[in-house]
């Protein structure tokens, strides 16, 4: 017995499920993830949700479902049924054949617009200065020996075999490594008819001398321009972030993206471990966390999210596994920084360890994800012991100065059924969930400072939230040495630099490479911020009316991975918008005009398909 869906959106923008008959009266499940949550539904009962995951009973063989309505108004093929299958009426799982997502009210594909230059510099990020004397040297079958070092050669390999160049310790045009008075990251290229120096102070200079080297050697071929080439960034926090709890990446999964962003002087990865859908990171003193919260699937202790399926799913990063990252990342001038997303976002934390939140509390408080009570007590003896225990092994394992505690979307009635909360607060003349906020994450800034190390967190831990979704924020008692992540608005930058928080620029509308590129029905993605094309990132000032700019400490990228229900769709979310965003963290904004950049961003998508990514065109 075939089962069979064929799911389309119709001309109304309600998602239909066609359904062949033998679902009718059999009372199977159907079982599925979405993106946007289910407002309402007619041919079926919904009889199980956690979050973003239905299991439905079907009435009738067409089945209409309104979802939230998206910020463009129309939807694309991110937003049908994902991981769907069925569960008969013997609890037995049957497969169902899923229909290609069809729309009724088909939006086109953008038509880009094809200008180009023949002159144009091959770099990004552009370089600060870069002078050439239009004459060239010849270089033989792009064949270099690195006379002072030759370690960097394990660094680079990725990139010069598949590009075809050969760094050697014993033949081919010389390169000499000349150490400077250069600040962290900054060096120095000069290209002669004899050899090549580059000038640096660090290893990231070193590395990103060769960089750059790469790239006009990938341009030129079997020749290089007689020039000199002077760069630095303008910050020291140039990042990326990848959402493993959504969806798990392998470590080999995770270097690749590690080597994109070498390749373009990216240096901070966050690395986004929990949320309410698994907890990726081994923690010894606590091991049911990964042996029950990092798979997922059908009857497990978490349910198939984002588009799983019925069969298990995830996995988790051991002590080893961590370590291989840091040496390997650091070998690329990047370091790691952990995120463990709490107090909310914890609600596959919450199944694990139910006695994290207070088991007598009246109240049901519901995040944006549509995920129930998700928030940890922090008041609890366990809840404590828990916290400083987990954060002090995070802090052992990881070789960065930098601890990220999340502290996004809390619900803002979401301590308010805890009796211990309340009797804490009224011994501590705290008057509001805000302040009793800001006591929980001072705590937590303790921890980490006794580990010679920084906090980090979203910008509700510093300020009030910018978007009306029912989250509480700070009351204004935060410890000023937290490093905030300014990811809501753009605004918001403007109020956690006024009140003298050091900054990481990561707004939704310009660095969250999960909004889709536009509003056609073929793209993936979403948009709760904005859609972003590459030329809208291009288009960024990134400090523009922010008055108190030396707060600003940097500018960072976001994958958020609900939509990456097949690892193939990475790349073309990430690529071109992240090499785009590269420039603008290295320079401040772009400075060179659209065509010029247009076209040396077209020549750089050729030397990444050559290292194996496909891309969005722009």
Same mark, same amino acid.
């Given at each position: 017995?075939?089962?069979?869906?064929?799911?389309?959106?119709?001309?109304?923008?309600?998602?239909?499920?066609?359904?062949?008959?033998?679902?009718?009266?059999?009372?199977?499940?159907?079982?599925?993830?979405?993106?946007?949550?289910?407002?309402?539904?007619?041919?079926?009962?919904?009889?199980?949700?956690?979050?973003?995951?239905?299991?439905?009973?079907?009435?009738?063989?067409?089945?209409?479902?309104?979802?939230?309505?998206?910020?463009?108004?129309?939807?694309?093929?991110?937003? #049908?049924?994902?991981?769907?299958?069925?569960?008969?009426?013997?609890?037995?799982?049957?497969?169902?054949?899923?229909?290609?997502?069809?729309?009724?009210?088909?939006?086109?594909?953008?038509?880009?617009?094809?200008?180009?230059?023949?002159?144009?510099?091959?770099?990004?990020?552009?370089?600060?200065?870069?002078?050439?004397?239009? =004459?060239?040297?010849?270089?033989?079958?792009?064949?270099?020996?690195?006379?002072?070092?030759?370690?960097?050669?394990?660094?680079?390999?990725?990139?010069?075999?598949?590009?075809?160049?050969?760094?050697?310790?014993?033949?081919?045009?010389?390169?000499?490594?000349?150490?400077?008075?250069?600040?962290?990251?900054?060096?120095?290229?000069?290209?002669?008819?004899?050899?090549?120096?580059?000038?640096?102070?660090?290893?990231?200079?070193? *590395?990103?001398?060769?960089?750059?080297?790469?790239?006009?050697? =990938?341009?030129?071929?079997?020749?290089?321009?007689?020039?000199?080439?002077?760069?630095?960034?303008?910050?020291?926090?140039?990042?990326?972030?990848?959402?493993?709890?959504?969806?798990?990446?392998?470590?080999?999964?995770?270097?690749?993206?590690?080597?994109?962003?070498? *390749?373009?002087?990216?240096?901070?990865?966050?690395?986004?471990?929990?949320?309410?859908?698994?907890?990726?990171?081994?923690?010894?003193?606590?091991?049911?966390?990964?042996?029950?919260?990092?798979?997922?699937?059908?009857?497990?202790?978490?349910?198939?999210?984002?588009?799983?399926?019925?069969?298990?799913?995830?996995?988790?990063?051991?002590?080893?596994?961590?370590?291989?990252?840091?040496?390997?990342?650091?070998?690329?001038?990047?370091?790691?920084?952990?995120?463990?997303?709490?107090?909310?976002?914890?609600?596959?934390? *919450?199944?694990?360890?139910?006695?994290?939140?207070?088991?007598?509390?009246?109240?049901?408080?519901?995040?944006?994800?549509?995920?129930?009570?998700?928030?940890?007590?922090?008041?609890?003896?366990?809840?404590?012991?828990?916290?400083?225990?987990?954060?002090?092994?995070?802090?052992?394992?990881?070789?960065?100065?930098?601890?990220?505690?999340?502290?996004?979307?809390?619900?803002?009635?979401?301590?308010?059924?805890?009796?211990? /909360?309340?009797?804490?607060?009224?011994?501590?003349?705290?008057?509001?969930?805000?302040?009793?906020?800001?006591?929980?994450?001072?705590?937590?800034?303790?921890?980490?400072?006794?580990?010679?190390?920084?906090?980090?967190?979203?910008?509700?831990?510093?300020?009030?939230?910018?978007?009306?979704?029912?989250?509480?924020?700070?009351? #204004?008692?935060?410890?000023?040495?937290?490093?905030?992540?300014?990811?809501?608005?753009? =605004?918001?930058?403007?109020?956690?630099?006024?009140?003298?928080?050091?900054?990481?620029?990561?707004?939704?509308?310009?660095?969250?490479?999960?909004?889709?590129?536009?509003?056609?029905?073929?793209?993936?993605?979403?948009?709760?911020?904005?859609?972003?094309?590459?030329?809208?990132?291009?288009?960024?000032?990134?400090?523009?009316?922010?008055?108190?700019?030396?707060?600003?400490?940097?500018?960072?990228?976001?994958?958020?991975?609900?939509?990456?229900?097949?690892?193939?769709?990475?790349?073309?979310? /990430?690529?071109?918008?992240?090499?785009?965003?590269?420039? /603008?963290?290295?320079?401040?904004?772009?400075?060179?005009?659209?065509?010029?950049?247009?076209?040396?961003?077209?020549?750089?998508?050729?030397?990444?398909?050559?290292?194996?990514?496909?891309?969005?065109?722009?």
């Amino acid at each position: 017995m075939l089962f069979q869906i064929n799911p389309s959106f119709t001309k109304k923008n309600q998602l239909k499920l066609n359904l062949s008959k033998n679902f009718v009266n059999q009372n199977f499940k159907l079982c599925f993830s979405l993106v946007y949550s289910i407002q309402s539904i007619d041919g079926a009962e919904i009889i199980n949700q956690t979050g973003r995951y239905y299991e439905l009973i079907i009435k009738k063989n067409t089945v209409l479902i309104d979802l939230q309505i998206p910020r463009i108004g129309s939807y694309n093929m991110s937003c #049908g049924p994902e991981g769907t299958f069925i569960i008969d009426n013997k609890n037995n799982h049957i497969t169902v054949e899923v229909a290609d997502l069809k729309f009724e009210n088909e939006i086109e594909e953008v038509k880009y617009d094809q200008l180009t230059i023949d002159q144009f510099k091959p770099i990004i990020p552009e370089p600060i200065k870069f002078i050439s004397k239009k =004459d060239f040297v010849e270089i033989n079958d792009k064949t270099f020996k690195l006379v002072n070092d030759s370690n960097i050669i394990k660094s680079t390999i990725q990139y010069t075999d598949k590009l075809g160049i050969i760094f050697s310790s014993n033949n081919g045009f010389p390169i000499h490594f000349i150490d400077s008075d250069y600040k962290e990251d900054e060096y120095s290229l000069e290209i002669s008819k004899d050899k090549i120096q580059i000038f640096h102070k660090n290893y990231g200079g070193k *590395l990103y001398g060769i960089i750059t080297l790469i790239q006009l050697i =990938d341009f030129y071929k079997n020749k290089l321009p007689i020039c000199k080439i002077d760069d630095k960034p303008k910050y020291p926090w140039r990042g990326m972030h990848l959402d493993c709890a959504r969806q798990f990446y392998s470590i080999d999964e995770i270097k690749r993206i590690l080597d994109y962003m070498a *390749l373009f002087k990216i240096n901070r990865f966050h690395w986004h471990l929990t949320d309410n859908e698994a907890w990726r990171i081994e923690i010894k003193s606590f091991p049911n966390l990964t042996k029950f919260g990092s798979y997922r699937g059908y009857n497990m202790a978490v349910p198939p999210f984002y588009g799983s399926g019925y069969e298990k799913y995830g996995g988790y990063y051991s002590h080893e596994d961590i370590k291989n990252l840091i040496l390997y990342a650091k070998n690329l001038n990047i370091e790691i920084m952990p995120e463990i997303d709490l107090p909310a976002h914890s609600w596959a934390l *919450l199944q694990v360890m139910p006695e994290l939140r207070d088991q007598k509390s009246n109240i049901i408080s519901e995040d944006v994800g549509s995920y129930k009570n998700n928030t940890i007590d922090p008041s609890l003896e366990q809840t404590k012991q828990f916290l400083k225990s987990m954060l002090e092994e995070i802090c052992e394992i990881f070789t960065f100065n930098v601890i990220h505690v999340g502290l996004d979307e809390r619900p803002n009635n979401s301590w308010e059924g805890s009796q211990s /909360i309340k009797e804490f607060m009224n011994n501590n003349n705290i008057k509001s969930q805000a302040e009793y906020q800001d006591y929980y994450m001072n705590y937590l800034i303790n921890i980490i400072k006794s580990k010679n190390k920084r906090t980090a967190a979203w910008n509700e831990a510093a300020v009030t939230p910018h978007i009306d979704h029912g989250v509480g924020g700070s009351a #204004g008692n935060l410890d000023k040495s937290c490093l905030i992540f300014s990811w809501e608005h753009s =605004d918001v930058a403007k109020e956690t630099t006024s009140k003298r928080f050091d900054t990481i620029l990561c707004p939704g509308q310009k660095t969250y490479f999960d909004m889709a590129y536009n509003n056609s029905t073929s793209e993936r993605g979403i948009c709760w911020a904005a859609t972003i094309e590459v030329k809208d990132i291009f288009e960024w000032e990134p400090d523009h009316n922010i008055e108190n700019k030396k707060f600003i400490k940097g500018i960072q990228g976001q994958l958020w991975s609900e939509t990456i229900t097949e690892k193939k769709f990475i790349d073309k979310m /990430i690529n071109p918008r992240l090499a785009t965003l590269s420039e /603008i963290a290295w320079r401040g904004k772009i400075s060179r005009n659209w065509i010029h950049f247009r076209s040396t961003l077209l020549n750089t998508v050729n030397l990444l398909t050559k290292l194996g990514w496909s891309h969005h065109k722009f």
